[in-house]
């Protein structure tokens, strides 16, 4: 296993220590804030942490942000579940938690890195990612109803 790696800007901290997230803040966020995963059990999300290379922003000891990539750390990433609390946003937080993600030594040797965005591919434009350049060549697969979908089923 990996040491934690950590990166600090002023009075804020990034880490990539699972122990030092707060679980009900990334749960709260992804399943009220997002527009991805409304709905989503705090039981998934404690999974899809405990499977992937996660970066925990904090400030004062509070989580502010939070940034995970899937990776199998040699060909291949998925960055997901990308936020910066909105009371901590304009101050260039989102574009230093991209510059600490992309430079993580776990990464380097990667061929290609995914993400889906609604509403940032500016941001995500700094950063090299482009529209997928052979759109043909792309599927996926939609497996079971949403999160609110099955919230709803069992109320």
Not at 94 to 114: A, D, F, N, T, Y
Not at 123 to 134: H, I, S
Request: hydrophobic residues 40%; charged residues 20%; neutral net charge.
């Amino acid at each position: 296993m990996q040491q934690p790696l950590e990166a600090t800007k002023g009075n804020y901290r990034i880490t990539t220590d699972k122990q030092a997230l707060q679980l009900p803040v990334i749960h709260r966020y992804l399943s009220v804030d997002s527009y991805w995963a409304q709905d989503i059990p705090a039981s998934l999300v404690a999974t899809s942490i405990e499977h992937s290379l996660c970066f925990g922003m904090f400030h004062a000891g509070e989580q502010v942000g939070f940034a995970r990539v899937v990776t199998d750390y040699a060909t291949f990433g998925y960055l997901a579940d990308v936020f910066v609390l909105a009371e901590h946003r304009g101050q260039g937080l989102s574009k230093w938690l991209m510059e600490v993600i992309l430079s993580h030594p776990g990464l380097q040797q990667l061929r290609r890195m995914l993400l889906m965005t609604q509403d940032a591919q500016g941001l995500y434009e700094q950063y090299g990612f482009t529209v997928w350049e052979y759109p043909e060549r792309c599927m996926s697969k939609r497996i079971g109803a949403s999160y609110s979908e099955m919230k709803n089923q069992k109320a």
